[in-house]
């Protein structure tokens, strides 16, 4: 028998020596010991009695009607207008967890289509995706160039209410610098700034800085350098260097110095890029001296660098006559060294300059076998290392090889060709006379459902007019406009300058017509080449009745445009006053039927109205009763229709 159950016998003495002492301890203990029972089964059904008493019963404090209520809160409620905090990665757990996984696999096998698509119906499911996921949809489309997709996405994401976190902006902002949109990626950035629950990340800086130099904007990046600073951030070797590299491209050797002294005062632990981007420096200035001691100095550093910092010091070696002396053994001193996940100091950026490296001295089967070799260090190729091998091989002549890897590619499941791969067999074909294999070579991009830009079909433009291929650009110029491509000038100027070379003169009047239609027109040098090719035929008046005809389309355009929209007001109008005859109607013949049950119509409120959900009982037309011809008059006005049906109205 368990203590609990025991019988209370130590209280028998006490009631004998001690009463008014037992009732008081009997009081204080009582509470406490409700559970002492004989036995277990009275314990039980002793429960079992409370707990059907509590669920018929309400507690005790339930009944106190007249019990002082606590004073209200002081603290206010939420702001609805301020931002909402995104969510933590704990968010990420269960079927949201599972959802993750599934779209993650979809982008490894690049069905990033269907990732979207799923992004996009579970926002609205019972199982909403987290910021985490799609983050990782977002910044597939951005290593692949989807530019537009990731900004459909994004703003898909946020209006349904999504809270955007740092990495989200990261991403918006790298989108806006890769398209060359640096105005609009600061606008977002400042809004970050006034907007979002979180500060900028380093990140952030890095990705903006970047785009700004690489914009020709070195002394706003100087600018948001110094605002970072202000900031409180710690000095950033990253963002010195990127300031470094647009200062060297200006020739600004001066303030380079001046950045790495103030770089050292603030920070020991340097960046690799930092040293790479001084020497370039020093070996544009013809110091090699200088560049080769920074050089040993890098080598004698006491901490890890980065690969990114190792591939920086490689780059400036290969690209400046110390590929074969310096670049090499740093490669294989890299290569020993690396030890993933411990250490890594090689990755695909490392392989492609070795590759440049040994394409630019013409060792292009060393090449390829560094290629080979990335699976060693544990290095996939990418589309991008693909694309610099085969460019490096077709500067070289060696299309055939490039053509086998763009071969081996299409075996790949996780590697495909994309708008680049295309473009450079196209160069390549074109300039080995092999026109054919070039036209299908972008044929296949085409049918690949990729999307070739306008800088593409100008230059396919360019090659098949010098091949003589009028048939072909016309072909291809239809096939961009159907891809709703708009030409650019210099497309058109391609165009113009084509035909008229291959004295078609009809064709070239086409191309001007489209001109005019798309708004692009003709100003400056085109308006005068024009003017001057129909002079020396002695068709000066074409162009006037091109424009006479453009004038005329527009006229028309706006007299339809006009006649369309004075239709649709005119519908709008007939929609609402039919609506308002109706509900009239309504009332009408509810008053009516109200009167007929002997109730006067002020019952129903003064000019009442009814609501669109009110049902009135259905009266037929040949009920009997002493009010029957007033229904038979109801049943009339609604033209055979129930009082019922005209009520909803």
Same mark, same amino acid.
């Given at each position: ?307 990114? &910092? ?103 499941? =996780? ?5 680049? =791969? ?182 129903? &409120? ?22 029957? &011809? ?20």
């Amino acid at each position: 028998m368990s203590a609990v159950s025991k019988p209370f016998i130590h209280l028998k003495p006490l009631t004998r020596h001690h009463p008014q002492h037992h009732r008081q301890c009997l009081h204080r203990l009582l509470p406490i010991r409700l559970l002492s029972f004989s036995t277990p089964e009275e314990a039980a059904a002793d429960r079992r009695r409370r707990k059907r008493r509590l669920r018929i019963e309400p507690p005790a404090n339930s009944l106190r009607h007249h019990a002082p209520r606590p004073p209200p809160s002081s603290k206010t409620g939420p702001n609805p207008n301020s931002p909402k905090l995104p969510e933590t990665v704990s968010a990420l757990s269960g079927n949201r967890l599972n959802l993750h996984n599934r779209i993650l696999a979809m982008l490894r096998l690049h069905h990033h289509e269907d990732a979207v698509l799923l992004v996009r119906h579970s926002i609205y499911s019972n199982c909403r995706p987290t910021i985490f996921t799609a983050n990782s949809v977002l910044a597939y489309l951005l290593r692949h160039g989807r530019y537009a997709d990731l900004l459909s996405l994004h703003r898909f994401v946020t209006q349904a209410g999504i809270a955007a976190n740092v990495v989200t902006y990261n991403l918006l902002l790298q989108a806006y610098c890769d398209v060359r949109k640096v105005d609009i990626a600061l606008e977002t950035y400042t809004q970050m700034i006034n907007d979002a629950p979180f500060n900028p990340s380093p990140t952030t800086y890095r990705i903006l800085v970047k785009g700004l130099v690489d914009s020709d904007r070195v002394e706003r990046a100087v600018e948001l350098l110094r605002e970072m600073q202000e900031k409180g951030y710690p000095a950033d070797p990253v963002v010195y260097n990127l300031v470094m590299s647009g200062l060297v491209k200006n020739d600004e050797f001066d303030r380079v110095l001046e950045f790495y002294e103030e770089l050292k005062v603030k920070t020991r632990v340097l960046d690799g890029g930092v040293y790479g981007t001084l020497m370039t420096a020093y070996f544009k200035r013809d110091m090699e001296k200088e560049a080769m001691d920074l050089y040993k100095e890098f080598l004698e550093l006491d901490y890890k660098v980065s690969a990114v &910092g190792y591939n920086s010091v490689l780059e400036a070696l290969s690209k400046n006559r110390k590929f074969e002396s310096e670049a090499i053994g740093l490669f294989d001193s890299m290569l020993k060294i690396h030890d993933p996940p411990k250490r890594i100091s090689v990755n695909l950026g490392s392989f492609n300059v070795m590759i440049d490296g040994y394409c630019s001295v013409g060792r292009c089967d060393e090449a390829m076998q560094v290629f080979r070799g990335m699976g060693d260090s544990k290095c996939s190729p990418d589309t991008l290392s693909y694309n610099n091998l085969m460019n490096q091989l077709c500067k070289n002549g060696l299309i055939t090889a490039a053509e086998g890897f763009y071969n081996e590619m299409l075996g790949k499941e =996780t590697v495909k060709p994309d708008e680049l =791969t295309y473009v450079l067999l196209v160069d390549a074909c074109f300039g080995a006379k092999r026109v054919e294999d070039a036209i299908g070579y972008f044929t296949k991009m085409v049918e690949a459902e990729l999307r070739p830009n306008v800088a593409a079909y100008n230059k396919l433009f360019t090659w098949l007019f010098k091949e003589s291929k009028i048939d072909d650009v016309k072909k291809f110029f239809e096939q961009m406009v159907e891809r709703e491509l708009k030409p650019s000038e210099e497309t058109y100027d391609i165009m113009l300058k084509g035909l008229n070379g291959a004295g078609n003169l009809d064709e070239m009047l086409k191309v001007v017509a489209r001109m005019l239609e798309d708004g692009t027109g003709l100003s400056g040098e085109k308006l005068d080449f024009v003017k001057d090719v129909l002079k020396a035929e002695g068709k000066e008046s074409e162009l006037q009745r091109l424009y006479d005809e453009q004038a005329e389309k527009e006229r028309l355009a706006k007299e339809q445009a006009e006649r369309e929209k004075a239709e649709k007001e005119r519908a709008e109008r007939e929609k609402a006053e039919r609506e308002k005859a109706e509900r009239e109607r309504a009332n009408e013949a509810l008053a009516r039927l109200l009167q007929s049950k002997g109730k006067p119509p002020g019952q129903a &409120g003064e000019n009442a109205e009814v609501p669109a959900a009110e049902v009135v009982p259905t009266v037929q037309a040949g009920e009997a009763g002493p009010e029957g &011809g007033e229904t038979q008059a109801v049943s009339a006005s609604t033209n055979g229709d129930t009082i019922n049906e005209q009520a909803k109205i």
